[in-house]
C-alpha cells in the first residue's frame, strides 16, 4: 500500500524530501524564498483586477492598505485557496485562510518586505457535489447535511463561477436556522449568511462575501480567476500548455513514475500527451472538457463531449486569441498561473495540495518558476463546551476519541467494570499468545516428518486469528451493551470529535461553532491559536 505524501513530508521522511523540500521550516530558507518573490512586481492590470474585484467586498481598510502594498515593487503574498463550498464548505477552509495571513505577518518580520495574504477563490473547477452542501453536528446521531437541491449537479461541467444558488437555498438556510436558531450568536451569524447566499448569487460570490467579512481586520485579498479582466494574463500559460503538451506530460509522468518508485501514490494521474487545460467550445459559462491528443496530428478529442468532437491546435488557439475565458487550468497547472501573476513567497495548503505540489517541481522548472515555499495549514480540534463535558464524564481525552468505536467502548465498560471484566485486547493477546506457542512447537516437531507441513500450520493459524478476533469483537460488543448511557456518550462523542471516522475539521461546517461562539470571535480564537509554519494538530478550546 502506497504510503500518504503529505503525512511522510509534514515528518520529515527522506524519501518525501527528494520530491519537495521543507524549506519552510529554515528561517534563511524563507528570507531567501521573500528576497526571490519580491524580484517580480504585480503586473498593473492584474492589480486593477484584484482592486475591481475587492471593491465589492464588504469595506475593510486593512484590505484597502494590502492593495495599495501590492502596487509597490517588492511587496510579495502568501496565497491559500479552496473550492467555494456552500456556507464556507468545511471548516478547514477557515483555518487556510487564517494560516496564509499568521505566515504573511511572520514573513513581514521576519524580513521588513511586506507580505500580504491571498485567497484563491477556486471557482476554474466543475465538481458540484464536492461543494453544494455543508454538514452541521448535532447532539445526537449524524451530521446534518444542508444542501443545495441542483437537478445536474452530478453531470455539471460548468466552472463553478457561473453557477448561481439558485431557489432552494432558501430551504438551506431555513434548515441552519431550525437547526441552531436557539444559539447565542446564531441571529448575527445566519444574518450575515442570508444576506450573501441569495437565490441570484453565485456560489463565489455568496462565499467570498462571508470569509471577507470574517477576516476584514487581517485584510485578506480575494482572487478569482474567472474574472473576465485577468483571462488575457493567463493566456500565456494555456498557449504553453497546449504547444508543450507532449514535453510538459512526459516530464511529469517521469515524476509520477519516480513518486510510485519511492512508495507513493500519484496524486494527479498524468494522460500522455493531454495539455494540462480544459476547454469550453460552447461559450465562457458552458461545460469544461478535458483534451486529449487524437490519431490525427494536430488534433485532440474533447472527452465527454457527445459524438466524439475533436477540435485543432490552431483552432484552439485562434479561441484562446479571441476568447481566452473559454480556458480553465487543471489542479496542476493552477499553481503555475498563480506563481506567473503573483510574487508567491509562500502556498500554504492542505494534504492533497501538497502531494500535488510534489510533483509540480518539473513544471516549474519547465516555465521558468521557482517552487514557492510550500506550508501546512494549521489543523485544529474544537474542544467546546459541550464535549468537554463529555469527555470529563467518560474520563477521555481527545485523542482516545480516536480509537476505534467498539475498542473505545470496551475500554470504558471493562474499566468500569474493574475485574469484573479483563479488556479483549488482553484476553485476544492472551489466546493469540497461547495458541501460537503451541503451534509453533508443533511445526518444529512435524519439519522433518512432513515439510509441507507448514503450509496447513499456516492456514490454520491464519483461521484461528480470525475466529479468535471474531469471538473477542463480541465479547466487546457484549459488554459494551451493558452500559446503554456510555454508548450514547460515545457516539455523541465521536460524533463531535471524529464523524464518521474522519477529522472533525474536513466534516463539519462553519455555521455550528459561529452560531454558538460568533463568527468574528471564532475567527480570532482560530488566529490567537494559529502558529506559523506548524501544520500540528492543536486542540481550540472556547
Not at 517588492?74 to 494560516?99: H, I, N
Not at 498561473?337 to 513544471?363: H, K, M, N, R
Not at 479483549?424 to 489466546?431: D, F, G, Q, S, V
Not at 452560531?515 to 506559523?532: D, H, I, K, N, Q
Request: charge should be neutral; charged fraction near 25%.
Amino acid at each position: 500500500m502506497a504510503s500518504s505524501f503529505s503525512a511522510s513530508w509534514v515528518r520529515g521522511d527522506p524519501r518525501a524530501l527528494e520530491f519537495l523540500s521543507d524549506r519552510y521550516r529554515h528561517r534563511t530558507a524563507r528570507a531567501e524564498a521573500v528576497a526571490a518573490a519580491a524580484a517580480r512586481p504585480v503586473a498593473p492590470a492584474l492589480h486593477a483586477a484584484l482592486v475591481a474585484r475587492n471593491a465589492r467586498l464588504a469595506p475593510s481598510p486593512a484590505r484597502e492598505r494590502n492593495l495599495e502594498l501590492l502596487a509597490r515593487p517588492g511587496t510579495t503574498v502568501v496565497v491559500t485557496g479552496q473550492q467555494v463550498g456552500l456556507f464556507l464548505g468545511p471548516l478547514f477552509t477557515v483555518y487556510k485562510a487564517a494560516s496564509a495571513i499568521v505566515a504573511a505577518r511572520a514573513l513581514t518580520e521576519e524580513t521588513g518586505r511586506p507580505c500580504v495574504p491571498v485567497f484563491w477563490l477556486q471557482t476554474e473547477d466543475h465538481d458540484l457535489p464536492e461543494i453544494d452542501h455543508c454538514l452541521v453536528p448535532r447532539s445526537a446521531g449524524e451530521p446534518l447535511r444542508v444542501a443545495l437541491a441542483l437537478a445536474d449537479a452530478a453531470t455539471s461541467r460548468v466552472p463553478v463561477a457561473h453557477r448561481h444558488l439558485g431557489p432552494s437555498v432558501t430551504g438551506a438556510l431555513a434548515a441552519l436556522r431550525a437547526e441552531l436558531g436557539t444559539n447565542p450568536h446564531a441571529d448575527d451569524f445566519l444574518e450575515r449568511l442570508e444576506l450573501a447566499y441569495r437565490p441570484e448569487a453565485t456560489l463565489a460570490d455568496a462565499f467570498a462575501d462571508v470569509l471577507s467579512a470574517l477576516f476584514a481586520d487581517e485584510g485578506l485579498v480575494f482572487l478569482d480567476p474567472r474574472d473576465p479582466r485577468l483571462a488575457p494574463l493567463a493566456a500565456p500559460i494555456h498557449r504553453r500548455a497546449l504547444e508543450e503538451a507532449s514535453a510538459i506530460a512526459g516530464k511529469l509522468s517521469e515524476r509520477g513514475h519516480a513518486l510510485t518508485e519511492a512508495g507513493f501514490s500519484e496524486q494527479v494521474h498524468i494522460r500522455p500527451g493531454s495539455p494540462l487545460s480544459f476547454f469550453s467550445p460552447d461559450g465562457i459559462e458552458g461545460p469544461r472538457y478535458r483534451l486529449d491528443p487524437a490519431e490525427r496530428p494536430g488534433t485532440w478529442s474533447l472527452v465527454g463531449y457527445p459524438e466524439g468532437a475533436t477540435v485543432t491546435t490552431a483552432e484552439l488557439l485562434g479561441w484562446l486569441d479571441r476568447e481566452p475565458l473559454r480556458f480553465t487550468t487543471s489542479a496542476l497547472l493552477r499553481p503555475i498561473l498563480q506563481d506567473s501573476w503573483l510574487p508567491t513567497a509562500a502556498y500554504v495548503g492542505g494534504p492533497g495540495e501538497i502531494a500535488y505540489f510534489a510533483q509540480l517541481s518539473p513544471l516549474h522548472a519547465h516555465v521558468g518558476l521557482a517552487m514557492p515555499l510550500i506550508v501546512p495549514r494549521a489543523r485544529f480540534r474544537v474542544i467546546d463546551d459541550r464535549v468537554r463535558r463529555l469527555l470529563e464524564r467518560l474520563g477521555l481525552s481527545a485523542d482516545d476519541v480516536n480509537a476505534p468505536r467498539d475498542e473505545l467502548l470496551a475500554r470504558l465498560t471493562a474499566r468500569e467494570a474493574g475485574d469484573a471484566f479483563e479488556s479483549p485486547e488482553a484476553i485476544e493477546a492472551r489466546l493469540v499468545s497461547a495458541f501460537a506457542a503451541e503451534l509453533a512447537r508443533l511445526g518444529e516437531r512435524m519439519a522433518t516428518v512432513d515439510p509441507r507441513f507448514a503450509r496447513a500450520i499456516t492456514r490454520t493459524d491464519k483461521t484461528v486469528r480470525g475466529g479468535v478476533s471474531r469471538l473477542v469483537a463480541r465479547y466487546g460488543r457484549a459488554i459494551t451493551q451493558r452500559d446503554q448511557v456510555t454508548l450514547e456518550r460515545v457516539e455523541r462523542l465521536r460524533s463531535y470529535l471524529v464523524p464518521g471516522g474522519a477529522p472533525q475539521e474536513r466534516i463539519h461546517g462553519l455555521p455550528y461553532y459561529a452560531s454558538r461562539l460568533g463568527g468574528r470571535a471564532f475567527t480570532r480564537l482560530v488566529l490567537e491559536a494559529c502558529e506559523p509554519f506548524s501544520g500540528s494538530l492543536k486542540d481550540l478550546t472556547p
